[in-house]
Nanobody, 121 residues
């Protein structure tokens, strides 16, 4: 059993900051890529930022220069520092990870339950 649990969402004013955390727990041998996605009402889920086990990162154009993804491999945790938040960043943010549970089995993809981020004055 593997769980991804997000935290850190909430209500923030435009221009403000939030830091999201996602901790993976359970039967985990190794984690390759971790990422944050978001889904706004009436829109498709989209990739916000991703990071590999080696630290390579990629970002959606809409968040470059404002958001920073990082990870703590020892604690199977990924973070998303979000600065200069705007109303268009309002969405449910989901954690995603590629996890191998035991030697010899394939990687599987897992999702967290999501955390709401609302940017409003």
């Amino acid at each position: 059993q593997v769980q991804l649990v997000e935290s850190g969402g909430g209500l923030v004013q435009p221009g403000g900051s939030l830091r999201l955390s996602c901790a993976a727990s359970g039967s985990i041998l190794s984690i390759y890529a971790m990422a944050w996605y978001r889904q706004a009402p009436g829109k498709q889920r989209e990739l916000v930022a991703g990071i590999t086990v080696g630290g390579s990162t990629n970002y959606a154009d809409s968040v470059k220069g404002r958001f920073t993804i990082s990870r703590d491999n020892a604690n199977n945790t990924v973070y998303l520092q979000m600065n200069s938040l705007q109303p268009e960043d309002t969405a449910v943010y989901y954690c995603n990870a590629d996890i191998r549970r035991r030697p010899g089995i394939s990687w599987n993809n897992y999702w967290g339950q999501g955390t709401q981020v609302t940017v409003s004055s």
